[in-house]
């Protein structure tokens, strides 16, 4: 049974839904979600660690996901969750990581796709050249987020 929640975060209102003891999504959009707007224990688990990220009291999230992507995407999503907190890597990078170096446009559409923002940090994935480019939640979103971390750990 789907369970959805919403809260006010730094970056705007977040849902987060869950399935049978997992989290399924997370996301700034609820469109298309289907369930009873409840707030589960893992639903609130899951807030808890993402307050804590958003105050720099954790770097990394420790809570049941749950992924229903193609085998390409679930790959992607793999690859983006070993990107470390406060470093970016292109879509070409993601692209070699999972073995289709030529793949970057498919890269970044199952980045689009991701289901769980910021647990699987697509918000990392930047252009070749360095720009942020294409993010789900809003290009605001994502360099908030890339803010949030580069504040925590700052760049030399």
């Known amino acids: 049974m789907n369970c959805f929640y919403k809260y006010r975060t ?3 209102p ?3 839904l869950e399935n049978n003891g997992s989290i399924v999504g997370i996301s700034n959009k609820v469109e298309g979600w289907q369930g009873t707007y409840k707030e589960t224990e893992v639903i609130k688990e899951t807030y808890r660690q993402l307050s804590e990220y958003f105050a720099w009291k954790r770097d990394s999230f ?5 992924t229903q992507g193609t085998d390409f995407q679930e790959k992607v999503w793999n690859a983006l969750k070993q990107i470390p907190y406060g470093e970016t890597r292109s879509y070409k990078d993601i692209a070699i990581a999972i073995g ?3 793949a970057m446009r498919a890269v970044g559409m199952a980045n689009n796709r991701n289901p769980i923002m910021i647990v699987i940090p697509c918000h990392r994935v930047i252009g070749a050249n360095g720009q942020l480019i294409g993010y789900g939640g809003g290009l605001d979103v994502k360099e908030k987020l890339l803010t949030l971390e580069k504040a925590k750990y700052p760049v030399p």
């Open 14 to 16: 977040l849902f987060i």
């Open 62 to 66: 420790d809570i049941p996901i749950k």
């Open 10 to 12: 730094i970056i705007g």
């Open 100 to 102: 289709k170096p030529k």
